[in-house]
């Protein structure tokens, strides 16, 4: 029955055990009924309806392949420099973040020298709204 169904004695008797494989005798098997059974049988594994067990394995296998493709999908993005690592996205978005947040604090400053006009209480109000504008940034992210 091995030899017809493509698979070792030992799953022969397995499936057996579990009626997939019909027993005509002691080590005689109903070879059309067999081969019916066992080819329903991987329809069922292939369709994901196979005993609880089966379906926890198959499903298993499925989430182990896709997990294997994400990894092997992420290397070769990585590799194409279309990934980079966290830590140095995160210093170059610092280091942009600090030089607009000293430009902005100098606005008010700026505008006093340019203008001339302007008070040192209207200077002080012209800080306050951009640290107020830089705080909501801050506090928005």
């Known amino acids: 029955m091995g030899a017809l169904l493509g698979i070792a004695p030992r799953t022969v008797r397995e499936l057996a055990g579990r009626g ?16 019916a059974s066992y080819c329903a049988h991987l329809r069922e594994q292939a369709a994901g309806r196979a005993g ?7 499903s298993e296998r499925a989430r182990q392949a896709r997990e294997q493709a994400d990894h092997l999908a992420l290397k070769n993005a990585e590799m194409r420099r279309e990934l980079l690592p966290a830590a140095e996205v995160e ?25 001339g006009r302007l008070s040192p209480s209207e200077g002080a109000i012209l800080d306050e709204e951009v640290r107020d504008a830089l705080q909501g940034a801050a506090d928005a992210s």
Do not use: F, H, K, N
């Open 20 to 35: 997939v494989v019909l027993r005509a005798g002691r080590g005689r098997y109903d070879a059309a009924g067999s081969v």
């Open 91 to 115: 210093r170059a978005w610092t280091e942009v973040l600090r030089d607009i947040r000293a430009r902005m604090l100098a606005v008010p400053a700026r505008c006093m020298a340019r203008l």
């Open 52 to 58: 609880d067990a089966q379906a926890g394995l198959t």
